[in-house]
C-alpha cells in the first residue's frame, strides 16, 4: 500500500498544480485520477520500471586519511633538511670552501741530499766520502697568487649561490605540488557536491517515472549523469594521492604515512609593484647572482693566465762537502717565457669570460620579461576570479535553482535541470583553476625574486 499512497500524492500535486495552469487540462487529470487510483499495482503485482544499478548513496572514493594534518609550515621544513639535491648541492658548497684554503697554501720547500766518493788522480792526494745537500723554495707570483685565490674565492660563492638557486627552486616546487594538490582537493570537493546533488535529482526522476508523470529514459539520463559525475571525483581524489606522493618524493619518504593536505587557495596576500619587482630581481635573483660569481670566476681566471706566463722565482742554497773542501751556494731559479707564452691558456680564459658576460646579459634581458609576463598572468588570473565569483557563480546558481523549481512543478524536462547543473559544475570548475593560477603566478613571481633563497614566505 506504500506505492500506492505515494502514486496517489503524485498524481494528486500533478492535478493540483495542472489546474492552476491549465483549467481544461486539469478537469481530464481528475478524471483519470480516479482511474489511477484504483488501478495502481500493489507491492506483489507492481511492474514499475526497474531500478537502476547505481546506486543512489553518494560515492565514498577511497577512504579518509586519518594522520595529521601537514601544511606548508610543516611540509617545506621536512623537504629542505631531507632532499637529496639540496644536500648535495651543500656538500658541493663545502667542498668550494677548502678550495680556498689550498689556494691560500704556500708551496713546500724541496730539500736534495747526495751522497758518494771521490777518487783521486793525481799521485799524492787522497780521496775520500763527499756529500752534498740543496734546500729550495718556491715564491709565487703575487699577481698570479691573488688571481688563484680570486678564483677559489668566486667558485665559493657560486657554490653559495648554487646552494640558493636550488633551495629556491626547491621551495617553488613543493609550493607548487601543493596548491596542486589544494587543486586536486577543490575539484574533489566540487565532485562530491555534485554526486549528493545528482543523487538527489534522481531521487525525484524516480519518483516521477514510477508515476507515470515522466517517461522512462529520464531515470537513464540521471543515473548516465551519476556515474561520470563518480568518476570525476574518483579521478580527483586520485589527483590528490599523486600530489601526496610527489612532495614525500621531494622530502625523500620522510613525510607521516596517511596525511592530509592542509591549506586553501583563496590565500592571496598583497603583492609589490612592477617596478619593486624588477629591482628585487636584479638584486636577489638567485639565478644572476650565480651568473655573476661565474663572471667574476672568469675574470679570475683570465688573470690567473696572463700571471702564469711569469710562475714566480726559485730561492736554493747548496752546500757540499769533500775530504778537502766545504762549499756553500747561494742561487735563484726563473722560468723565462721563451717557448711557451701561455696564449692557449689565456685565449681559452678571454672565451670563458666573453661566454660568461653574454650568459648574464641575456639571462637579464630574459627575466625582465618572464617577470612581466609572470606579472600578467596573475593580473589576469585576478580578474578571471573577480568576473567569475561574482557573476557567473552567481548566474548558474540562480539557473540551477530556476530549473529545478520547474522541474518540480513539470515545467521543465530532466535534461534541463542536468544542463543548469552541468553549467554550474563547469562554472565552478573554471573558478577553481583561475584559483590555482593566481596561485602558480605568485610561486613564480617569489622564485624570480628569490624569497626562497634563505626563508620561505608562507
Not at 609593484?273 to 651568473?291: A, Y
Not at 688573470?303 to 742561487?331: F, I, K
Request: positive net charge; proline residues 4%.
Amino acid at each position: 500500500m506504500r506505492y500506492k499512497d505515494s502514486a496517489v500524492r503524485a498524481a494528486l500535486t500533478g492535478m493540483r498544480w495542472t489546474l492552476r495552469a491549465k483549467p481544461l487540462l486539469g478537469c481530464l487529470s481528475l478524471l483519470a485520477w480516479g482511474a489511477l487510483a484504483q488501478n495502481a499495482p500493489t507491492p506483489q503485482t507492481a511492474t514499475s520500471t526497474p531500478k537502476s544499478s547505481v546506486a543512489p548513496a553518494a560515492f565514498s572514493g577511497f577512504p579518509a586519511a586519518i594522520g595529521p594534518e601537514l601544511g606548508f609550515e610543516q611540509i617545506i621544513p621536512v623537504i629542505l633538511a631531507h632532499n637529496p639535491q639540496l644536500r648535495a648541492a651543500q656538500s658541493s658548497r663545502q667542498a668550494a670552501r677548502s678550495g680556498i684554503v689550498s689556494a691560500l697554501a704556500l708551496a713546500n720547500p724541496r730539500i736534495d741530499w747526495h751522497q758518494g766518493r771521490s777518487t783521486a788522480r793525481l799521485p799524492g792526494v787522497t780521496g775520500g766520502a763527499t756529500h752534498s745537500w740543496t734546500v729550495s723554495q718556491a715564491i709565487d707570483n703575487p699577481a698570479l697568487r691573488q688571481a688563484r685565490i680570486d678564483a677559489a674565492s668566486a667558485h665559493e660563492l657560486e657554490s653559495t649561490h648554487g646552494v640558493g638557486l636550488t633551495r629556491n627552486e626547491l621551495v617553488s616546487q613543493a609550493r607548487l605540488r601543493i596548491y596542486q594538490g589544494l587543486l586536486s582537493q577543490a575539484l574533489a570537493a566540487a565532485a562530491a557536491e555534485d554526486v549528493q546533488l545528482l543523487e538527489q535529482v534522481r531521487e525525484r526522476v524516480r519518483l516521477r517515472v514510477e508515476s507515470g508523470e515522466a517517461a522512462r529514459y529520464e531515470i537513464i539520463k540521471a543515473d548516465a549523469e551519476i556515474i561520470t559525475a563518480r568518476e570525476r571525483l574518483q579521478t580527483a581524489r586520485l589527483m590528490v594521492e599523486q600530489r601526496k606522493i610527489q612532495l614525500n618524493q621531494l622530502a625523500a619518504g620522510q613525510l607521516p604515512e596517511q596525511w592530509q593536505l592542509l591549506g586553501d587557495l583563496r590565500d592571496a596576500p598583497e603583492l609589490l609593484s612592477l617596478s619593486q619587482l624588477h629591482q628585487l630581481v636584479e638584486k636577489h635573483n638567485p639565478e644572476l647572482n650565480l651568473l655573476q660569481a661565474e663572471l667574476a670566476k672568469a675574470k679570475a681566471g683570465l688573470r690567473a693566465a696572463e700571471s702564469s706566463r711569469w710562475p714566480g722565482v726559485e730561492l736554493r742554497y747548496s752546500q757540499s762537502q769533500d775530504p778537502e773542501l766545504r762549499q756553500g751556494q747561494w742561487g735563484v731559479g726563473v722560468q723565462i717565457p721563451l717557448l711557451d707564452r701561455r696564449t692557449g691558456p689565456i685565449a681559452q680564459a678571454s672565451a670563458e669570460l666573453e661566454r660568461a658576460q653574454v650568459r648574464l646579459e641575456g639571462r637579464q634581458a630574459e627575466l625582465r620579461q618572464q617577470l612581466l609576463l609572470t606579472w600578467k598572468s596573475l593580473e589576469m588570473a585576478r580578474l578571471r576570479i573577480e568576473a567569475l565569483a561574482q557573476g557567473s557563480v552567481r548566474e548558474a546558481e540562480a539557473a540551477l535553482r530556476v530549473a529545478q523549481a520547474a522541474y518540480r512543478f513539470g515545467e521543465r524536462g530532466i535534461l534541463d535541470v542536468l544542463d543548469a547543473q552541468r553549467v554550474l559544475r563547469s562554472v565552478r570548475a573554471d573558478l577553481i583553476e583561475a584559483r590555482y593560477q593566481l596561485q602558480e603566478a605568485r610561486v613564480m613571481l617569489d622564485q624570480l625574486i628569490g624569497q626562497n633563497i634563505e626563508q620561505s614566505p608562507f
